[in-house]
């Protein structure tokens, strides 16, 4: 339980009288009794409407305007108040923090080290996709006091957020799962998006620990400025994948996710559990027992088809990744239904071009391309292979009429795409 007058203390307002909360939430609909509501204004709704529900349950609001009665905090900014909550739960926090974040791999990463983690500790980690500037205080403010090990999922797509999050979060251990290209367009280079991803580092506790992509001279130097001790990943790092061993344990690796790129994130969260105290057999064992969630790498069996369900979005590197893993560990004939990339900006066509000539120099058998993006770069294409579809449902039609039975199909695209709806249909028909 927590005291809302010391709470009251640090947002710099006047404080009720005392009471204590014991969870947080920014959904009046999950405030009961001893909850602290953050009444934030939203798109389509404003919390200060339902304080008067929140209170009659018991519970506590913080707001930014005046004219309610009761356990009340009254703030400037509902929002800031909220990240300043969750420093202040950070400040009661004496076990390890862990920082998660990267280009993709993210969420995968995060489960992957809970796990290993769990072996030895009492874990908890980011909820969902609580990964932004609201959900990353609400998890500070909802861990458990009998924790010993904290991994937080760390999310940006814009310069200055992950200092942000950092100075609530004050990881003592940021992982760093890769540099890529997505939501380019909001930084215009790919070493912008080093150098954004890198805020996680000057926020990073001093004397603590950077698992980072080897060769990433930008996250390199920026650790050593902290004075962080460093751990480098992938090809020539400190620990590395060599076919599906991770080195240089000599681990054998068997994953219910699919693909290199998520043996490569193994790789480096057996460095992190080892760093934090865990053997890394048994850390490489509590990640072979993960089971992939909706569009993150998840293969199933329909009458028909094998399906590689990737469909929890996309960008350059992660969609090549998978059309790569795809081709080494799943027979022919290979289908992939690819929906558009968002947030490249500039590069989006020569991107789009990109995944097209990989896909075709892998010998993919059939692409279902999805959205307009994809169509503009197939355009001068001389694969005959292509089909179009304007939306999921399209591509959906085109696979049952087109796709011959006992193909590996693999659905990967932006969220936008909603892909994830065709695996929905693909599981529920069990074609």
């Not at 010391?6 to 609909?29: K, M, Q, V, W």
């Not at 200092?163 to 380019?184: D, E, F, M, Q, V």
């Not at 696979?399 to 249909?425: A, C, D, P």
Request: glycine share 10%; aromatic share 6%.
């Amino acid at each position: 339980m927590r005291s809302l007058i010391h709470l009251s203390a640090r947002l710099g307002c006047p404080a009720p009288d005392e009471y204590t909360f014991s969870n947080a939430t920014i959904d009046s609909r999950e405030a009961g009794p001893s909850s602290l509501f953050f009444a934030l204004q939203g798109r389509s709704a404003d919390g200060h409407d339902f304080v008067a529900d929140v209170l009659g349950a018991g519970g506590a609001a913080v707001v930014s305007r005046d004219g309610f009665i009761g356990a009340i905090l009254e703030v400037d900014s509902v929002e800031e108040a909220l990240m300043e909550a969750g420093a202040w739960a950070r400040d009661g926090i004496k076990h390890p923090v862990i920082g998660i974040t990267g280009s993709s791999g993210k969420t995968t990463t995060r489960k992957m080290l809970a796990a290993a983690l769990s072996t030895r500790f009492r874990t908890w980690q980011t909820k969902g996709n609580l990964n932004n500037h609201l959900g990353l205080p609400l998890t500070l403010l909802n861990t458990p006091a009998d924790v010993e090990m904290l991994v937080l999922e760390m999310g940006m797509n814009h310069t200055g957020e992950l200092l942000r999050l950092g100075w609530a979060a004050r990881p003592n251990l940021s992982l760093i799962t890769n540099i890529g290209t997505a939501h380019i367009q909001n930084f215009g280079s790919r070493g912008r998006i080093a150098e954004a991803k890198a805020e996680i580092l000057r926020c990073t506790e001093k004397g603590g620990i950077a698992i980072i992509p080897h060769g990433e001279e930008i996250l390199l130097d920026e650790a050593e400025l902290r004075g962080l001790e460093v751990i480098t990943h992938g090809p020539g790092g400190d620990c590395f994948l060599d076919r599906c061993r991770a080195m240089p344990w000599g681990i054998d690796l068997a994953l219910e996710y699919s693909g290199e790129h998520n043996m490569q994130n193994a790789v480096a969260v057996i460095a992190a559990a080892q760093r934090l105290g865990v053997d890394p057999v048994e850390a490489a064992e509590a990640i072979s027992k993960l089971h992939p969630g909706a569009g993150r790498g998840d293969v199933f069996h329909t009458k028909d088809f094998t399906v590689i369900d990737e469909s929890y979005n996309s960008n350059p590197e992660s969609v090549t990744a998978c059309l790569k893993s795809a081709v080494h560990l799943h027979e022919k004939p290979l289908v992939a239904v690819l929906g558009d990339m968002l947030e490249l900006g500039d590069r989006s066509l020569s991107s789009h071009k990109e995944v097209l000539r990989k896909a075709k120099e892998l010998g993919y058998d059939l692409l279902i391309l999805v959205g307009f993006r994809f169509k503009e770069a197939a355009e001068s294409d001389s694969n005959t292979n292509i089909s179009f579809a304007t939306d999921w449902k399209e591509a959906l039609s085109i696979l049952k009429r087109s796709v011959k039975s006992g193909s590996t199909i693999l659905v990967k695209g932006s969220n936008s795409m909603k892909l994830g709806q065709l695996v929905v249909e693909l599981k529920r028909e069990g074609i």
